[in-house]
């Protein structure tokens, strides 16, 4: 089981990113797929994740309007479109897959396997 997250760099506020997660050893079709962050000096928390039972998503609340969660299952690899970047958006962000994740009404529930975690991808949004 590997995730491979990439896409990240250094982009300038008002900029766009695309990250990417392949997958490989394991059926993404039956993964909940999530995108989460951590800052530094601060908690991971969820940015946005699509439940594999129903294709309901969550989104924080500070990225809405602005990223976009999508999966191919056919390519094995689930992605987020990030425009509008701001500096609060500078993070560490990883891809997570689960069998049994939920996107809640308030955050991602259920992404608890590590071993579905993928390493992260370092997004720096500066002037």
């Given at each position: 089981?590997?995730?491979?997250?990439?896409?990240?760099?250094?982009?300038?506020?008002?900029?766009?990113?695309?990250?990417?997660?392949?997958?490989?050893?394991?059926?993404?079709?039956?993964?909940?797929?999530?995108?989460?962050?951590?800052?530094?000096?601060?908690?991971?928390?969820?940015?946005s994740c699509i439940s594999n039972t129903d294709d309901s998503t969550y989104?924080?609340?500070?990225?809405?309007?602005?990223?976009?969660?999508?999966?191919?299952?056919?390519?094995?690899?689930?992605?987020?479109?990030?425009?509008?970047?701001?500096?609060?958006?500078?993070?560490?962000?990883?891809?997570?897959?689960?069998?049994?994740?939920?996107?809640?009404?308030?955050?991602?529930?259920?992404?608890?396997?590590?071993?579905?975690?993928?390493?992260?991808?370092?997004?720096?949004?500066?002037?």
């Open positions: 089981v590997q995730l491979q997250a990439s896409g990240g760099g250094l982009v300038q506020p008002g900029g766009s990113l695309r990250l990417s997660c392949a997958a490989s050893g394991f059926t993404l079709d039956d993964h909940a797929i999530g995108w989460f962050r951590q800052a530094l000096g601060k908690e991971r928390e969820a940015v989104y924080a609340d500070f990225v809405k309007g602005r990223f976009t969660i999508s999966r191919d299952n056919a390519r094995k690899t689930m992605y987020l479109q990030m425009n509008s970047l701001k500096p609060e958006d500078t993070a560490t962000y990883y891809c997570a897959t689960d069998p049994h994740g939920v996107a809640g009404r308030f955050d991602c529930y259920g992404f608890d396997d590590k071993d579905y975690w993928g390493k992260g991808t370092q997004v720096t949004v500066s002037s």
